[in-house]
Every structure is written in C-alpha cells, then in structure tokens.
C-alpha cells in the first residue's frame, strides 16, 4: 500500500494554483512605487488583501490606465483595482465588490481658479478640460461629453494617456483644469511638489462604487469562484474597512 501510494502521488499531475498579473500605476496614494521599486498605497493594500486570502500568486506591473482595460479586455493581465462597473466593460471582465467608493473632481490651478455650480459649468470654461483615455467620470457626464463631441470643431475637452501629461498642460495654462478622483487630489497636494498649486472645486462630478475588474480571456472559472469567495471573507472580518480607515476613508 505505501508504494501504490507513493507512485499515485509521483504520477499525479499537478494542479496549477492561482497567478495573476495585476496592474498599477506609480501614481499618488492608490499605487506608488518606491526608492526599492515596492509598491505601495490604497489600492496595492485591497490586491494583496484579496490576493493573500485566496492563496494566490501575483505580479505587479506598472501600466497606464487606458491601456490598462485594453490589456484586460485581451487577457494580457488578470486584474485592474478601482474600476467602475459598466455595460461596455463587462463584455471583457468580471467584477468583484464594490472595493470602495470613488468621488470624482474637477482639480484647478488655485492662482487661475473657476466657480463651477453645475456640470454644465464645465462646458463653458474659456480653456479645454483634460479627461483621461479610458476613464468614466459617471453617466451623465459621459453623456454630456458624448453630446459635445458630436459638434463640429469642439475643442472643450482634450484626452491625455497618462497623469503627467495632465500636470503639465495645467502647469503652462494649456488647459483649466482636469477630472480625477478626490482622494488622489489631496494625497498629491500634501505629497507631491507638482500639485503645490492645485486645488479643488467644490463640485462632485461623480460618485459611484468601483470594484476588482478580472479578464474574462485569461482568469478561469476557478480561480474567479476563489476570489469572490476570499472576497467575502474579507468583507465578513472587517479587514476592507480597515484598509480604509488607514487612508482616512471609513
């Protein structure tokens, strides 16, 4: 019996554990990388939480968001963190959560600031907007933007690829202003020299739940079932809320 046992257990295949590939961005207090190239920040906090919960490996890489959703949607990486639940996105992915909640808005240099009352507001400043490639500031916005691009020669709004890009356009007058998420905002303002003269207007643009994004190409059943599961555990412990009373979020 010890030997059938034994060339049982030697010709058994082996069952593959749980790898991802997760993507961040070396960008304020959601994902930031440091002098020894550790990440760190808010939303590294919730990937390791779930990711350690469910026994699985992973691999952090730094990617810019748009072409964050794209790698997602060809099953190039496994999971995104923060990413609003729409119909168009889950034709490619799956969601788990809500993670937390997200406020998105308008941020301004101080010395050139504008009094917005209304969404509308932000289609009639004197320079463009900066909005990123790939992101959903909410329904209604996104109609509204939708609306303006169907105009002839509308140059209210301008796409950047990443979050430099945005600084410096605002830095050199290019543009009023740009969308993005509250908490990101007033970490920078305390952390970064290049938000010194950054402030934030008092309109929200969007709040709305945002959640853990899983390639529907490249993470199977199994390990998606794995995940919702740690998810919940997670939930049930209190550790999610812990992760965000260490940002000041709870």
């Not at 996104?142 to 430099?164: C, G, H, P, T």
Request: charge should be positive; proline fraction near 4%.
């Amino acid at each position: 019996m010890h030997w059938f046992a034994l060339i049982c257990a030697l010709f058994t295949p082996l069952v593959a554990g749980c790898e991802l590939v997760v993507r961040f961005e070396n960008y304020a207090a959601q994902s930031r990388l440091d002098s020894t190239l550790k990440w760190h920040g808010l939303d590294v906090d919730f990937a390791r939480a779930l990711l350690d919960e469910a026994g699985c490996d992973y691999q952090f890489i730094n990617v810019p968001w748009a072409r964050a959703l794209k790698m997602l949607a060809d099953g190039e990486l496994d999971m995104v963190l923060s990413v609003t639940r729409t119909p168009e996105r889950e034709q490619f992915a799956y969601f788990i959560g809500p993670q937390r909640m997200e406020t998105i808005v308008f941020a301004m240099n101080q010395l050139r600031p504008y009094s917005l009352q209304t969404l509308a507001d932000l289609f009639k400043l004197p320079v463009p907007v900066a909005v990123q490639k790939g992101a959903f500031y909410g329904h209604v916005f996104n109609e509204m933007l939708l609306r303006e691009q169907s105009k002839a020669e509308s140059q209210r709004f301008i796409y950047v690829a990443d979050n430099q890009r945005k600084l410096s356009l605002l830095k050199h007058g290019r543009i009023a202003g740009f969308l993005e998420e509250k908490f990101n905002v007033l970490y920078q303002s305390q952390h970064n020299p290049d938000f010194a003269q950054i402030t934030v207007s008092p309109l929200v643009v969007n709040r709305e739940p945002v959640y853990y994004a899983l390639s529907k190409q490249s993470v199977s059943a199994k390990d998606r079932r794995l995940l919702a599961a740690a998810f919940e555990r997670l939930q049930h412990s209190g550790r999610l809320k812990q992760i965000l009373a260490k940002y000041g979020l709870d």
